[in-house]
């Protein structure tokens, strides 16, 4: 009987082990697949990221990539969430300040540089480079969690009473991001000349917009 529970428990392990791993390499070739997809964003842009250049690329079929994602568009969402870790990143690389006017300066010059480091996929999360694809929530979480530096720093601001109180945070993040995202987005489709020309028009809009939220501590 013993060893009847012995051999018992002993398949049972064995089983599981088996799913783990099984799991394990359905997760690993995911991550292939989504680093195979990056690499034709960065390279040849958004248009280049298609069901049938990403199975080319991996040497295997289409049936394969549907498979793990679906559809192009979930290969998308992992594209998202993968330029948030990366907008996360340069974000917290940005320099610190305990002044929160220079602080928001540097989070404004991190994102211009996030801009012309990783344009494919500033255009495939803000630029809607692929019409079918809208962010959904696990997707829109994550560029929560790349924007909390900039959250982080006006909360402070206003706890100090260096932002008047009629303006609530999220709207405070909303009014300097999409004035950043409006002279990126002009830059992009060619209507501010040439990347010395839109940088300075950038940085002009950077500074109103840090001077006009904490007029007092404004560098």
């Known amino acids: 009987m013993r060893d009847r529970d012995i051999s ?13 791993a099984r799991l394990q390499n359905i997760e690993n070739l995911r991550k292939l697949v989504v680093d195979a997809a990056a690499t034709l964003l960065q390279e040849e842009g958004p248009e280049a990221v298609t069901v049938r250049k990403v199975a080319k690329k991996m040497d295997c079929s289409t049936k394969i990539i549907y498979s793990l994602f679906v559809n192009k568009e979930g290969l998308a969402q992992q594209l998202y969430l993968d330029g948030c870790k990366l907008l996360t ?9 305990a002044d929160p006017s220079q602080q928001l300066l540097n989070l404004g010059e991190a994102f211009w540089q996030f801009g012309q480091r990783y344009t494919s996929y500033y255009k495939l999360m803000f630029g809607g480079a692929f019409a ?13 969690t790349a924007m909390q530096q900039l959250l982080i720093v006006i909360n402070n601001a206003k ?6 109180d009629q303006y609530d945070t999220e709207s405070v993040v ?19 000349g040439d990347v010395q020309s839109a940088y300075a028009v950038y940085s002009q809009t950077l500074s109103l917009i840090v001077s006009s939220l904490l007029p007092d501590h404004s560098t």
């Open 8 to 20: 018992s428990n002993a398949n049972t392990r064995m089983l599981k082990t088996y799913q783990e």
């Open 89 to 97: 990143n340069q974000l917290e690389g940005a320099p610190q300040a």
């Open 132 to 144: 079918d694809f809208k962010p959904d929530e696990k997707s829109m979480h994550g560029t929560v």
């Open 159 to 164: 706890e100090r009473g260096l932002i008047p």
């Open 174 to 192: 909303r009014m300097f991001w999409a004035s950043l995202h409006g002279v990126i987005h002009l830059y992009i489709g060619g209507h501010l």
